[in-house]
């Protein structure tokens, strides 16, 4: 146990958060979406909501700044918006706001499917919520 990282937070990803570059992506998958056979580094973190895992990585991780839209998000077929998005900004908000000046980019769901299939991993949740699928790109840690 260490003090101050998120219970959440396994040492498979804390390992897989260390390692990936700038400009490397990480998808965090709900429950429905097909982790496994797609994987490049698969963490498994089942009985977790991805609200929580956000929260927990966004502590760490840095968003690109250097692009308009570090976080993606697969649209919906009908174009609504899924209610566990505002969860997802909250959390975004709280410590990458700057990097979130332009908010979501919606990307089509098959679309989505093949911009995942080349993340440095992905985590398989256990998500209820349909279309809750996200996907960061990692910035640079700027000590100041």
């Known amino acids: 146990m260490l003090k101050g990282v ?9 390992k897989i958060l260390m390692e990936m570059g700038h400009g490397d992506e990480i998808c965090i998958g709900d429950g429905n979406f097909p982790a496994a056979a797609w994987a490049q580094r ?6 977790h909501g991805v609200p929580e895992i956000l929260d927990a990585v966004l502590s760490f991780f840095p968003l690109d700044t ?10 919906t077929g009908d174009g609504h918006r899924p209610a566990v998005w505002d969860q997802y900004e909250a959390a975004i908000k709280k410590y990458e706001a700057q990097a979130f000046a332009e908010g979501f980019e919606p990307v089509e769901r098959f679309a989505f499917y093949e911009r995942a299939k080349q993340c440095y991993a992905i985590v398989a949740t256990g998500e209820t919520a349909l279309y809750a699928n996200i996907i960061l790109k990692k ?3 700027v000590e100041s």
């Open 6 to 14: 998120p219970a959440i937070l396994s040492p498979e990803l804390l």
């Open 42 to 47: 698969l963490v498994r973190l089942d009985g």
């Open 66 to 75: 250097f692009v308009k839209h570090p976080v993606a998000v697969m649209q």
């Open 139 to 141: 910035g640079v840690v």
